[in-house]
């Protein structure tokens, strides 16, 4: 087995992982060069090349060392596989589907609810319907009754916008500046253009309230990467969410709301929207 080259995670590798991330037509939110970009510091992610194939080398939020694919565990094989995972390596993440490629008497699969991601019908978060959801439906309704609100597509242009929003979000939610994804937020606004990002920028009475920055996952998923609202507007999430899904294309059927880390605020947050499915993320181990 032959290693060719490893290095950092840069900006020079968007284009060939971007395309190799277009061909695996992926339904989990860590296939984004945008979204591992940002999080490179996080990850300690590192550019693997094994006999032709790319992988990402990175640690995970409880510390396990891991390596991520860039293309379906099948079209590499198993054989490369376990060659790769023999120091102790695990694959993640790996999509359910995948799991039949690795013989059950060989392997160990893993997953923890807080990788999973929140997958919601895009009609869902654009009617809020039912009983279940009629808090939310008020709020909306709340918040565009109390404010005169503009709802604009995201631009360089509103960039200091969503930076205002973005510094006021941090000194409602009274953490230290580092115990929150800011410095990656205010990254991805700098850098939206280049990381093909799209969203929406939230105004009340001529105040920036908040911003959705995400893309397409695959052709009928957009992921919400970062939403940030200034709470002091009533209602200023379910309008974003909700606004942003009413506005999308068509063809996005399903909404991916990412992962919660295990945290109890975004855990709340997000099954609050009735999720309608999560999706797990497994880790592949040699026995």
Known sequence: MTLLSEEKLECSH??????LIREMRPNISEYSFANLYLFRRQHDYRVLRRDGRLFL???TYDGAQYLMPFSHPADIGESLLA????????????????????PENRYRFEFNDNDSDYIYTRDKIALYPGRHLHKKRNLVKQYRTLYKYEDMRYSCERAE????ALRQWLEL?????????????AEAIDLCENLALSGMVYYADGRPTGFLLGEELNANTFVIHFAKGVTMFKGIY???YNSLAASLPE?????NFEQDLGKDTLRYAKSAYIQDSMRKKYRVSLK
């Open 14 to 19: 968007r284009d060939e992982i971007s395309r």
């Open 57 to 59: 080398q990175g640690v």
């Open 83 to 102: 060659e790769l995972m023999k120091d102790g390596l695990r694959l993640f993440p790996v999509d359910e589907k995948d799991l039949t490629v690795f």
């Open 161 to 164: 916008d969503a930076r205002a």
């Open 173 to 185: 939610s009274k953490e230290p500046v580092e115990n929150t994804d800011f410095e990656v937020c």
């Open 238 to 240: 379910p309008h974003m």
């Open 251 to 255: 063809k996005y059927t399903v909404l």
